[in-house]
């Protein structure tokens, strides 16, 4: 049974950091791709961050380059999203999710077939 547990959000002030931890079972975890995703109140599930199987290649979605950063361990099967400069428009449930194909990497939310239950990551102004 595949599982993906998140932890590490709370509660931060604007400007500040928090570190996310996906932490995977039940698969290997070094054949896929990872990725993160969030859902603000009302609207829809976004793209976030993903990370080849290698952790060799990263992709982010505009609003977070150069802010976030997406690691992996895959001797921990734990994949990491580092958090800086938090801004109130980051407020979301943060998901982890994994590639339900092998060696390719997607930003679509389809094609990850492993959720993790969410972490809520709240940023006051």
């Known amino acids: 049974q595949v599982q993906l547990v998140e932890s590490g959000g709370g509660l931060v002030q604007a400007g500040g950091s928090l570190r996310l931890s996906c932490a995977g079972s039940g698969r290997t975890f070094s054949r896929y791709s990872m990725g993160w995703f969030r859902q603000a109140p009302g609207k829809e599930r976004e793209f976030v961050a993903a990370?080849?199987?290698?952790?060799?290649?990263?992709y982010y979605t505009t609003s977070v380059d150069g802010r976030f950063t997406i690691s992996r361990d895959n001797a921990k099967n734990t994949t990491y999203l580092q958090m800086n400069s938090l801004k109130p428009e980051d407020t979301a449930v943060y998901y982890c999710?994994?590639?339900?194909?092998?060696?390719?990497?997607?930003?679509?939310?389809?094609?990850?077939?492993?959720w993790g239950q969410g972490t809520q990551v709240t940023v006051s102004s």
């Open positions: 990370i080849s199987w290698t952790g060799g290649s990263t």
């Open positions: 999710a994994s590639m339900l194909l092998p060696y390719i990497v997607s930003r679509l939310a389809g094609q990850y077939y492993y």
